[in-house]
């Protein structure tokens, strides 16, 4: 078996974000990490929205990013700290839309490890220095230099070990232009380590340690340290120098304090709590991210608490020193990983979990009743500050990055009728779960919808000058009129453009001497600027069929397949070349593609007839109209459409889509529902490289518009689909819209890149933003984290279990908030009675939703759970059923006992008191509930009681099987409990999932791998009768064949695992069953091993594994997955030793052209855990779409290939499995 690794979505989930001008213009950028992928984002400074400029996969770990600028310098680097034992400097490059690699010092071995720096990087603000950490033992500092030829070169790095230390976190302390300095949170661990008892470790503090780098000496040294009395978790370093008065804030639980060297003082604020707040109130609180803002005058942080309240911090200071601390409830957003305030007065939030943020911030929170508190207030020790948290007021939402992470179950299915499969998530943590269903589409957003006055037959769009921004007239055709609609601010009707109103339009078009030209069956009107009208009549009886129009050209099909064409003189005239042409065949469609820019004329037109056929003519004045290539169709065409793609236009702002090289394109939409794309050669005008692909069952229309600032084909059909080129790459994707009829593109100030498009009696203006996304998704809110979920296959509505740990159920927060209110009440003096009674009532109908404010932490071992009967197509929840406080719902399945075939059982296997670390339950229950015959509501049945945690439960042939703990049970129906049948309990360590299929079920182990075992009725036995010879830590399993099994652990690894063709289930040749029962001779196991056939690091834990068929109808079936940062991934098998071998080849090629970005050797991230095995990555096989055109056609010609071979095979295998 050999396997195609392709990634469908990339994780979304945020791990590091930091902010500068990357550019090294004025804009501000963030570029974020994604665990394995970096992303460089531009937030439009007047929309607000979010683009991504540029998303690379580095195949290793970021685990630490900063942003640096040298001394004088206009633009902002980038350091990575990676899993590759290498400190890489990147520059992004606008005009490329790369990030170079400027600079990589190899310092030590590959792979997360505690003493290899990496975990934490630091960069002197002037961008001197930097210094990189391990989280033990290792610190080395490099020096920045600027060589005269500006370039970026880095010094050897100076060791600061010390031996027996851990580091918490670090950051580069501003002391402007001395000698450049760094603080670290440390704790020396030498005396605990030395000590049985544990007191040692009790008594140890943090200390505060501060290095400086002698410039003069070129050597680092420990210029200070100073133990700590809290326990901090991380710092925040304060501008210096004429900014500020330098230093660090050290956030540590409850409090904050300032410190800095010389004759400064400690000053220390307490972190304020809210007022009234459900939480366990001996919780300590901390802040857990932090953002600085500054300007020349004044400076300012934002920290943000665990519970997403985030704090404005400001320094007061009698010159150089720091007087008081002050402190001011800002606004709540949800918890982030990082923050990032923009010069722009942009707040980019990245979430823990869910979706991720960007707020404008409307108003500093200077001039507002909020209360402030100071470091000055007096505070007796251990009491703190109290505020009472409130929505939005200072900062505004204005973007929101959708976010899987993380995904906990998903499962595809087309549950929805809709022909395609679709993905339904189960995401989130918390408040802010959600269940989402995800379609293979472009989102569209509609910008306006107006009624015209009958059906249309087609739309049209042109701007008054050509080199206008914005259109200036919408013209609509309708079977005997033509209606034209100025834009403005609204759009309404004129009667004074010029065009021809009395009959249909055929065509029209602005051109290159700022006219416009109609063409409508009778003949042809160009409309001067001046106004003025010159009109050309079809010749006799005949009349116009068929046209094509650019800036400067016309060429018209009259009745009978006679070609007439027409081109702009110097004097702005449309003059027909004397000579016309007359076809074989009817023509029933034509194509001209744009003049390109500093010519006169396009050389060629493309014509389809009707005898299946596509001719490219020549209109070079020498040999015009003359044919110059033809290609034969397999059905008539309906429509051509000629676009330059793969390049932008060098447009400085906007580099999203730049590349390197352009083609001219003939795309042309058969009547069979077909799209084919060929690549027409500029001088010849050959056709070449053609791909197929099938859209939908009407005839395909094509539209030229405009995406990203190049050229794109809108091509309708049954449903439309957008065909563009993104960063490095052809997309075609489908609109997640209803069927359009006709399009044109659209530009106006509100829509810069829209579509206007009519539908029946509609004309509509959409919008496409999310382009390059390959899913379009609907989310629907739960209330706990979602832990598992199963399909009703009758009605296909879902059941999905939520249990939330650390948490109180609705029961329980409603008899909190009572008891909170009465001691409100009793602990008020008399003449207070009635203030106290006002703010009880208050209390008490409070509602912070707690998406936002997130829910109460109750403390651990506190569980709240419930089971969701949901309709996923519309949303809409049919019953919940709650279970007590203290009840963790574990697992769930649906069964059909082979006593009441007609009924579906809901068992969910539930754990009471569970505390997770170590492993104990007071007691376990498998809850039986009766679903109704249209699964609007679950009835509880019965309880049957368990003595360890019901980890998994499964359907086996009108029995259930249970794990419960590490013994694998089997359960009948009873009437007053579950009756059990047998038992195994040779499984070493906890049952984690069971799959069956025909009398074998396959158990997974939580670091054991997978058990086979068969179950003998005659002797009421289960069997081990196969396992595995590695270890895994299993997440998820998913049965391929009665043979093969695929798992996917914890680590982040995909294997496949084969029971070799000699292996029997049936020990029959020992008629008592004991030999296989107990015979654990073999690597302490079962007697008979399964093979690896297949492993793969995906870098991520997978969370789910599915076989299914993505592409329907007919499609091959691949293996997906999905992981616990938000990526979806598929496995697709080769069916050919042909295809296999060139993909091997390339993928070669690829490890040694086309090294991964920072440094990590691509074989070895593959083979992380285990060594790769007849996994092919096509992630690195896919950039070789976006190396430089002379690496790809070396690389082409090894391969003995061209490069349009290689992408159209990169192209096929993604097409024919997935999207």
């Given amino acids: 078996m050999f396997l195609y690794n392709l990634t469908l979505q990339k994780a979304t989930a945020i791990t590091h974000a930091i902010h500068g001008n990357f550019s090294g213009d004025k804009l501000q950028e963030i570029v974020i990490s994604r665990g394995k992928c970096i992303e460089l984002l531009r937030p439009d400074p007047n929309t607000g929205k979010v683009h991504t400029l540029l ?14 600028r040298l001394t004088g310098g206009t633009k902002d680097y980038i350091i990575v700290g990676s899993d590759s034992g290498r400190l890489v400097v990147l520059e992004y490059m606008p005009v490329k839309n790369i990030f170079e690699k400027v600079h990589q010092e190899t310092f030590g071995k590959s792979g997360c490890r505690r003493i290899v720096p990496g975990q934490y990087l630091a960069v002197d603000p002037k961008g001197r220095a930097g210094m990189i950490a391990a989280i033990e033992k290792q610190k080395l500092v490099f020096i920045f230099h600027r060589s005269p030829e500006v370039k970026l070169t880095i010094s050897s790095p100076l060791e600061a070990h010390k031996s027996n230390t851990l580091v918490y976190h670090m950051v580069a302390v501003d002391v402007d232009y001395s000698n450049p300095m760094f603080a670290c949170l440390e704790i020396d661990y030498e005396d605990a380590d030395a000590d049985p008892t544990g007191e040692a470790a009790q008594k140890t503090q943090q200390t505060l340690t501060f290095y400086e780098l002698d410039l003069g000496l070129n050597h680092v040294v420990r210029k200070y340290s100073e133990p700590l009395e809290e326990h901090a978790n991380f710092l925040v370093s304060v501008p210096g120098g004429r900014d500020g008065p330098s230093g660090v804030l050290i956030c ?4 904050l304090t300032y410190k ?3 004759d400064q003082m400690d000053i220390r604020c307490p972190i304020p709590r809210r007022r009234n707040d459900l939480d366990d109130p001996e919780r300590g609180m901390i802040f857990v991210c932090s953002a600085t803002h500054k300007t020349k005058s004044m400076f300012f942080f934002l920290a943000q608490t665990e519970q997403g309240d985030i704090f404005k911090i400001t320094l007061d200071t009698v010159g150089e020193v720091v007087t008081a601390i002050k402190l001011k409830y800002f606004d709540t957003v949800p918890v982030a990983t990082a923050m990032c305030v923009l010069k722009t007065g942009f707040l980019f939030v990245a979430c823990e979990f869910g979706n991720h943020y960007l707020y404008q911030i409307a108003h500093l929170g200077d001039d507002d ?40 179950s998903a499962k595809v299915a087309d549950l929805a009728g809709e022909d395609t499969p679709q993905f339904y998530m189960a995401c989130g943590r ?13 989102e569209v957003s509609e910008m306006a919808v107006s009624e015209l006055p009958g059906n249309p037959d087609a739309v049209w769009t042109v701007k008054k000058k050509s080199d206008d921004k914005y259109d200036a007239y919408i013209i609509v055709s309708f079977v005997n009129a033509t209606l034209v609609l100025s834009i403005g601010e609204t759009v309404e009707e004129v009667t004074d453009s010029g065009f021809l109103g009395t009959t249909p339009t055929l065509c029209c078009a602005s051109f290159a001497d700022n006219g416009l030209v109609q063409i409508f069956p ?13 009109d050309w009549k079809a010749p006799g009886k005949t009349h116009i069929v068929r046209c094509a129009v650019n800036q400067r050209q016309v060429v018209i099909a009259l009745t009978g397949g006679e070609l007439v064409y027409f081109e702009m003189n110097k004097d702005g005239k449309l003059h027909d070349y004397e000579k016309t042409q007359r076809m074989s065949s009817d023509v029933v469609c034509m194509a001209l593609p744009n003049v390109p820019a500093g010519e006169q004329r396009s050389w060629f037109l493309a014509i389809g007839l009707a005898d299946n056929t596509v001719r490219i003519i020549s209109l070079d004045p020498s040999d015009c109209l003359s044919s110059r290539s033809m290609q034969v169709l397999p059905v008539c065409a309906e429509s051509l459409c000629i676009v330059e793609m793969g390049c932008a236009e060098r447009d400085q702002e906007d580099a999203a889509s730049a590349s390197t090289t352009t083609s001219l394109y003939l795309n042309i939409g058969l009547q069979n529902g077909a799209l084919l794309r060929a690549v027409l050669d500029p001088v010849s005008g050959n056709l070449t490289d053609t791909r197929t692909r099938y859209l939908g069952l009407r005839p395909v229309k094509l539209f030229r518009i405009r995406m990203q600032n190049s050229e794109a084909v809108l091509a309708m059909t049954s449903r439309s689909w957008l065909s563009y080129y993104y960063q490095s790459r052809f997309y075609l994707t489908p609109l997640s819209y209803e069927s359009l009829e006709y399009a044109s593109g659209f530009s106006s100030e509100q829509c810069p890149e829209g579509i206007v498009a009519i539908s029946t009696n509609t004309l509509r203006i959409l919008a496409l933003e999310k382009l390059g996304a390959v899913f379009n998704q609907v989310s629907f809110p739960l209330e706990y984290t979602p832990r598992q979920f199963v399909v009703h296959p009758e009605t296909s509505n879902i059941l999905i279990l939520e249990t939330e740990h650390n948490a109180y159920t609705e029961e329980t927060k409603k008899q909190r908030r009572q008891q909170m209110a009465e001691e409100m009440r009793e602990a008020a ?10 703010m009880a009532d208050a209390f008490l109908n409070e509602d912070l939703p707690e998406n936002i404010f997130s829910a109460p932490k109750a403390g651990h071992g506190m569980w709240a759970s419930t089971v969701r009967l949901m309709d996923p197509v519309m949303g809409v929840t049919h019953q919940q059923h709650r279970l007590v406080q203290n009840e963790a719902a574990m697992s769930i399945a649906l069964v059909k006992f082979h006593n009441s075939v007609d009924t579906w059982y809901l068992i969910v296997g539930v754990a009471k008191d569970l505390q997770l670390n170590p492993r104990q339950c007071s007691q376990g229950f498998l809850d039986t509930y009766r679903l109704d015959p249209h699964c609007r509501n679950i009835e509880l049945l019965h309880r049957t009681p368990v003595d360890e945690v019901p980890y998994a439960v499964c359907a086996y042939n009108g029995r259930l099987l249970a794990g419960v703990g590490r013994m694998l049970r089997m359960y009948d129906m009873g009437k007053k409990k579950l009756l059990r049948k047998c038992e195994n309990k040779h499984i070493p360590n906890l049952i984690v999932s069971i799959q069956a299929m025909g009398k074998r079920i396959y158990v997974a182990d939580v670091q054991e791998s997978v058990y086979m075992v068969r179950y003998k009725r005659a002797e009421n036995q289960l069997i081990i009768f196969a396992d595995d010879t590695h270890p895994r830590w299993i997440t998820c399993t998913s049965v391929l064949d009665y043979e093969t099994v695929a798992t996917a652990d914890k680590f982040g690894n995909i294997s496949i695992v084969r029971l070799p063709p000699n292996i029997s289930d049936d020990v029959d040749e020992d008629p008592t069953g004991n030999k296989s029962l107990w015979d654990r001779g073999l690597l302490n196991g079962a007697s008979q091993k399964a093979d690896t056939v297949a492993t793969f690091h995906v870098g991520e834990t997978v969370t789910s594994l599915q076989k299914t068929t993505l592409i329907p109808p007919g499609g091959w079936e691949s293996l997906v997955y999905t992981t616990i940062s938000g990526s979806v991934g598929v496995f697709v098998p080769f069916t050919s030793h042909e295809d296999h071998d060139f993909f091997q080849h390339l993928e070669m090629h690829m490890r040694s052209e086309n090294a991964p970005l920072c440094g990590r050797d691509h074989l070895s991230f593959r083979s992380y855990y285990f060594p790769v095995k007849n996994v092919i990555d096509g992630d690195l096989c896919e950039q070789y779409n976006s190396m430089e055109p002379a690496k790809q056609k070396s690389l082409a010609i090894d391969l003995e290939r061209t490069p349009a071979e290689v992408s159209k095979k990169l192209e096929d295998i993604r097409r024919r499995y997935a999207f």
């Fill in 252 to 255: 540590s639980e409850n409090y």
């Fill in 260 to 262: 800095n060297l010389g």
């Fill in 369 to 408: 009743d909020e209360l402030e508190f100071s470091s000055e207030m007096p505070l007796e020790e251990g009491d703190t500050f109290f505020f009472a948290p409130r929505s939005l007021r200072n900062l505004v939402l204005v973007d929101e990055l959708e976010s899987l992470s993380p995904i906990l």
């Fill in 522 to 534: 009778e003949g042809i009107r160009h409309i001067w600027a001046s106004g003025r009208v010159r």
């Fill in 430 to 442: 918390g408040p802010r779960s959600s269940m989402r269903v995800l379609r293979h589409g472009l």
């Fill in 55 to 68: 998303s690379v996969e580095i195949f290793g770990i970021i685990r630490s990013l900063v942003a640096f």
């Fill in 829 to 838: 003096g008399e003449e207070e009675q009635e203030l106290a009674r006002e």
